[in-house]
Every structure is written in C-alpha cells, then in structure tokens.
C-alpha cells in the first residue's frame, strides 16, 4: 500500500516562496522516478484542480496557472517528490496534495495548507 506524506506548507508573504514535499513510502527504493506523480490543490469553496505533473520519463506539465512560477521534481533516491513555488500569490492560498499512480490505483496525501498573505 502506497503512503503519502506531504510536509512544508505554511504562511508567506505574497511574492515569497515554498517547497513543498511529499514523501512515498510502501513502494520499493529508488521507484518514485517510474510512477506519474502530480501535485493538486483545493481552495476553500473550491473543487480540486490539478496543478502539475512528472511522467516516469520526466516530462512535467502544469497548469496555466502556475506555469514559470512552479517546478515539479523528484528525487529518487529519497522517493520523494518536490513543489518548488514562487512568486506566490494570494490566489495560490490552498491546501496542497500530492498523488501518485501505482499498478492502475491513485494514491493521495492527507494534504498541506499553503497560505499566502497579501
């Protein structure tokens, strides 16, 4: 059973910056690199939107949203993967997941709060 963790969320001035990070645990050594990972996040009153992606190739994605603000990335060796934000906004207040897909299966986080203060 795969367990994600998610940790560095926090309060920052807009305009600062954060990484966030989401640590796999239940998969073999070395494998975040052969999974999709993705990042989502959930505004209050909002749905759930997607907000970047890294393939098993390491191709990355994002949404237009974040796009040149935010990387996605990972490290294998710690099987965990990385949000790197910046430029932060108040609109990127949030709680921020991570998700990952496994053997057909989506795996998500219990989720960090991300607030950025105007």
């Known amino acids: 059973q795969v367990q994600l963790v998610e940790s560095g969320g926090g309060l920052v001035q807009g305009g600062g910056s954060l990484r966030l990070s989401c640590a796999a645990s239940?998969?073999?050594?070395?494998?975040?690199?052969?999974?999709?990972n993705a990042w989502y996040r959930q505004a209050p009153g909002k749905q759930r939107e997607w907000i970047a992606s890294?393939?098993?190739?390491?191709?990355?994605g994002y949404a237009n949203s974040v796009k040149g603000r935010f990387t996605i990335s990972r490290d294998g060796a710690k099987n965990t993967v990385y949000l790197q934000m910046s430029s932060l906004k108040p609109e990127d207040t949030a709680v921020y997941y991570c998700?990952?897909?496994?053997?057909?299966?989506?795996?998500w986080g219990q989720g960090t709060q991300v607030t950025v203060s105007s």
């Open positions: 239940g998969i073999a050594s070395g494998s975040i690199g052969r999974l999709y």
């Open positions: 998700k990952c897909q496994q053997g057909g299966a989506d795996y």
């Open positions: 890294i393939f098993s190739g390491g191709t990355t």
